[in-house]
């Protein structure tokens, strides 16, 4: 088949190279000028790996990224260092750190050449005709992907789009630049700390820097005049290495954004022959960490239930309806649980955070840890065969 997939994000670039090397004709569209990753550090947990491996990628993202929770303590601590959870690296759930534009970059490297068109604003149409409008010029495909982001156009055209919701906090991240030597906090654990509306998150990557991430309860749009310095100020007093982390990284290195997800998941991800993948179907915040595993978790679906599709015949529809009711019910949990889990973390209240931080400690690392592993598991569906 003919497919064509806008959005060259995480989720776009893994189904386009799948579907390509099940033997479908690709083209990819992406509206900046140069496609890259923006952002910082990424944690890929085993379920996009069960996924990457589905479509043959497996290998290719394990090459830039690195075990981290193999190696590490893991868990959550309080503003002064004390642990709330502590999970060993003998129990950890399977987890790799990369940073976002070498994943960006080994995900190009597998496209075949002429297959990624970057300046491109492609609209659909509005009926789910599998058709793209680029430049003025309409070309057709047997099917769309729609994977451009929470604020996708594709979404809006084809009347899904619930709007999106502020989540009432701010982030930011940033990368550190390379340690000659790392210091035993980061060398020894992976950890975010949570205080009183706030959060700090630290994630060792593979080429001896650090990821770390911060988040603070904030009206939406707040203006602050020096990022680095608001940083400072709110974490700055925090365990170490937390200060030593933000010293080490270059102020215009920080990046910010206001945490948005859907506010309502879509009645459904397909309209005729159209088909809607990773945040532009299910943008979630990101206290699960599972927004770029549910984008790929989408990919190696499509790709897998297409395997064997090669018309836009009925085996079509039957793929796309597959995809709908696995996809739909697997986010809608995840899109829930990490909404409850950020309101959860973000509590400021004293009494709130007091009772929060007390039933954290008193819930075994083993219940967790089994937790996360059934929020982690991902199995691919039977590819769809003619009937």
């Known amino acids: 088949m003919r497919i064509a997939v806008i959005g060259a994000g995480i989720g776009g670039l893994v189904v386009a190279a799948g579907l390509q090397s099940g033997g479908h004709e690709v083209a990819l569209y992406e509206r900046r000028d140069e496609p890259g990753a923006i952002g910082a550090g990424l944690t890929l947990f085993g379920n996009a790996f069960a996924a990457l491996d589905a479509v043959g990628l497996g290998n290719v993202v394990r090459g830039v990224s690195g075990d981290m929770f193999g190696r590490l303590r893991s868990g959550q601590r309080t503003p002064s260092g004390s642990w709330l959870v502590s999970v060993p690296p003998s129990e950890a759930t399977t987890a790799r750190s990369l940073h976002r534009a070498d994943l960006h970059a080994a995900l190009v490297a597998e496209l075949d050449r002429g297959t990624l068109h970057p300046n491109s604003r492609a609209l659909v ?35 899904l789009d619930p709007g999106v919701r502020y989540a009432g906090y701010t982030a930011w991240r940033g990368v550190t630049a390379p340690a000659e030597v790392l210091s035993d906090e980061v060398r020894q654990a992976t950890s975010e700390t949570w205080g009183r509306g706030a959060r700090f998150g ?40 937390i200060d030593d982390l933000l010293a080490s990284t270059p102020p215009e290195a920080v990046l910010r954004h206001d945490i948005y997800d859907l506010a309502a998941m879509p009645t459904r991800f397909v309209t005729g022959r159209g088909v809607l993948l990773g945040d532009a179907a299910h943008a979630m915040t990101p206290d699960l960490g599972q927004g770029a595993g549910q984008a790929i978790e989408d990919a190696a679906t499509l790709v897998v239930l ?82």
């Open 306 to 387: 297409l395997r064997r599709v090669r018309d836009s015949g009925p085996v079509l529809d039957r793929a796309l309806a597959e995809y709908d009711a696995v996809r739909r019910r697997r986010t809608t949990a995840l899109w829930r649980q990490s909404r409850l889990t950020g309101m959860i973390a973000q509590q400021a209240h004293p009494v709130a955070v007091a009772i929060r931080n007390a039933l954290m400690r008193a819930t075994p690392s083993a219940l967790m840890v089994h937790t996360a592993t059934r929020l982690q598991r991902w199995s691919p569906p039977e590819s769809v065969d003619e009937i």
């Open 202 to 241: 630290i994630v060792p990557l593979p080429d001896r820097r650090v990821y770390w991430f911060a988040t603070l309860s904030t009206p939406a749009g707040a203006a602050f005049e020096d990022q680095h310095r608001v940083l400072c100020d709110r974490f700055g007093s925090w365990h170490r290495p």
């Open 125 to 159: 149409s509005a009926e789910g005709e599998p058709e793209v409008s680029v430049d003025g010029r309409t070309e057709r495909f047997d099917l769309v992907v729609g994977a451009d982001g929470i604020r996708s156009e594709a979404r809006r055209t084809w009347g």
